[in-house]
């Protein structure tokens, strides 16, 4: 009988999780972040105006005053320990808002027009969290921050393209060199996102016709061997007409998305 009621008990507790769990990103973690965000904004002001008075007023001290030089170095190193508050306090907010962006992003499902460029990199500064991608992978970004927008969600493309490149850094896993290459470019009617690794593992021959085949889209998960993310990843941006091509050259693992706009 106590064995069942804490089965039961672990049940409720399952699905309350589940409750909470559902509203997490949208509701809760929004709300978080900003009341994170009023006294980080009260630090940085206050740090900053601190840094300048008393830059301003060991300036002045020091222009009437003939300061024994020991009481001038500590009042330098009270200067630089104000700066150095103030850097981190930059740092801190910088950090903040590639962890508030992504969560934001990941909450507009409104369909509007996206710079696809600036939105990687946002991207690739929130994937830094990951310890292994910070760390492991050498990064180079090609990213041409004039490339016309396009239409979708932020949500949509944030999520999507996240996971082909975390896709990516998996499949880089056992390489001795772990190198990724993000590219943007276009031309007169479609925006392409270059996402190259030096992955040990290609694609396989159904990874790649899933990819390349809008007809195979319309499979189920359960009717592939792909991987789930993958398979995902391309079926969510589907709706956009975009196009993947896979290649494989130089050492590189490519899979390029073209979108129209």
Known sequence: MSGQRDMEERDVFKEMMKEFEAGFTTELIPGILHNFA?????????????????????????????????????????????????????????????????????SDTAVRKINLSELIKTEIAFLDFYLDFKHQVKKNMLLDDEIPEVAGSPADYSIALSTLIRH???????????????????????????????SMHSLSDEEKELIQSWDNLSKSYDETNVNRDLFNAVSLLKKYNVHFQCEEGSGFNIISVRIPY
Do not use: W
Not at 66 to 74: K, M, P, S, V
Not at 78 to 101: H, K, P, S, Y
């Open 38 to 106: 009023n006294p980080l904004n009260g630090i940085m002001g206050r740090s900053r105006l601190l840094q300048r008075r008393a830059t301003k007023n060991l300036e002045n001290i020091n222009e009437y005053v003939d300061l024994h030089e020991e009481t001038l170095q500590d009042c330098k190193k009270i200067i630089d320990d104000i700066d150095l508050i103030v850097n981190e306090t930059d740092r801190l907010f910088n950090i903040f808002n590639d962890v508030a962006g992504k969560f934001y992003r990941l």
């Open 168 to 198: 990516a850094m998996s499949s880089m896993r056992d390489s001795e060199m772990k190198v990724l290459i993000v590219s943007t470019t276009s031309d007169e009617t479609h925006v392409c996102v270059r996402i190259e690794n030096t």
